[in-house]
C-alpha cells in the first residue's frame, strides 16, 4: 500500500531553517506528484509546495515563495522541503501527500497523507 513517511520539523526561533523529509513507497504510478502542505490549528490544510517525478516545474504558494525549496532524490523516492527565513507564521502541522498525476497545491486532490510533523517557530 502506499506509505509516506516523515521526518524532520521541531521547535525553532524566527529565522532559522529545517528541512522535512518524506520517503514515499508502495505505488507504481508512472506519473505522481507530490505536495508539502500544512494545518495551523483551527484553519485549513494551506498547500505550501509541489513538485511532480516528471519534470521539475514546481509550485509554492505566495506565502512562502523564496523562502522555501521543494525538491526531491529520485533514486530514493525522497521529496525534500528546505525551509528557511522561518516565521512565526509558519508554525504548523506540515503534512507530505501524493496523487496520480500531476503535482497542485490543492489539497483535495491529493489522495495518501504522510503521518504529519510539527513546526513551530518561536522565541
Known amino acids: 500500500q502506499v506509505q509516506l513517511v516523515q521526518s524532520g520539523g521541531g521547535l525553532v526561533q524566527p529565522g532559522a531553517s529545517l528541512r522535512l523529509s518524506c520517503v514515499a513507497s508502495g505505488f507504481t504510478w508512472d506519473y505522481y506528484g507530490i505536495g508539502w502542505f500544512r494545518q495551523a490549528p483551527g484553519k485549513e490544510h494551506e498547500g505550501v509546495a509541489c513538485i511532480s517525478n516528471f519534470d521539475t516545474i514546481t509550485y509554492y504558494a505566495d506565502s512562502v515563495k523564496g523562502r522555501f525549496t521543494i525538491s526531491r532524490d529520485s533514486a530514493s523516492n525522497t521529496v525534500y522541503l528546505q525551509m528557511n527565513g522561518l516565521k512565526p507564521e509558519d508554525t504548523a502541522v506540515y503534512y507530505c501527500?501524493?496523487?496520480?498525476?500531476?503535482?497542485?497545491?490543492?489539497?483535495?486532490?491529493?489522495?495518501?497523507w504522510g503521518q504529519g510533523t510539527q513546526v513551530t517557530v518561536s522565541s
Open positions: 501527500a501524493v496523487r496520480q498525476g500531476t503535482q497542485t497545491l490543492l489539497a483535495s486532490d491529493y489522495t495518501n
